[in-house]
């Protein structure tokens, strides 16, 4: 007697991971929601950085022409691109890899391992630091404020390029911070490398050109550059916008 073969059932079970993530952005939504204050103070922080921060400039600019090869509203735009790097970074990853230290050592790393869904995905998108959003919307004014008085047509080419920049840098920034949190699989707590990153990022506020011209410039250009290249994908992109030589 000839028995009819069944098809076999593939019952492997396949995240949607733009639904948990849907999931992970409601739940932080809700989170900010209940302490709306944090809103406001992070609106005020940031608003006033920028303000001090372009009083410097104007400072600055009121007694040069240009620093390197970058002249004041070109500058702007330059510091609307770090903005806009650094509030995609710090809302999406900077507060889930500061928390992996804690995972490790409170044994709920083993749980997040144990779930039918990718580990590094779940630890890098958990949470979303959405006040952080509000230094996209003051990016994008500084940018806009900074292109209406530079005499560049933009095209939509360079628009697409510089986009496309800014999502290397963001991977870039991302990379080099989940590499920075994984450690604490060997030293438990890591807030002295979290201090490291800060220290770095500092040096990716201003454009590579303005180091050069010294030894000390020189090597922290090479080594920002080649090295651990934070200048290279901060400074790119706006040489791109703005149809500046590379």
Known sequence: MNHEQLPETDHTFRPNYFRVWSTF?????????????????T?????FWLSAQLLLFEVIYS?????????????????????LVNAIVETFFMPNCANFSELIRTGDLDFALLKPIDTQFLVSF?????????????????????????DVTVTAGRVLTYFILIAVAVAFFYSLMIALAATSVWFGRNQGLYDFWFYVTVFA??????????A????????????IPILLVMTIPSRVLLGKVL
């Open 25 to 41: 952005f409601r739940n932080s939504l809700v989170r900010e929601m209940t302490f709306r204050a944090n809103f406001l103070i």
């Open 43 to 47: 609106l005020v922080t940031r608003a």
């Open 63 to 83: 007694h040069v022409d240009a620093i390197g090869d970058w002249t004041r509203y070109e500058y702007f735009a330059f510091m609307a691109t770090g903005m």
């Open 126 to 150: 958990e949470k979303v630091n959405l006040p952080m959003l509000v230094q996209v919307v003051l990016a994008g004014i500084l940018m806009w404020y900074s292109l209406a008085h530079l």
């Open 205 to 214: 506020r201003y454009p590579r050109e303005i180091y050069a011209g010294s």
């Open 216 to 227: 000390a410039g020189d090597a922290i250009s090479f080594g920002f550059s080649f090295i």
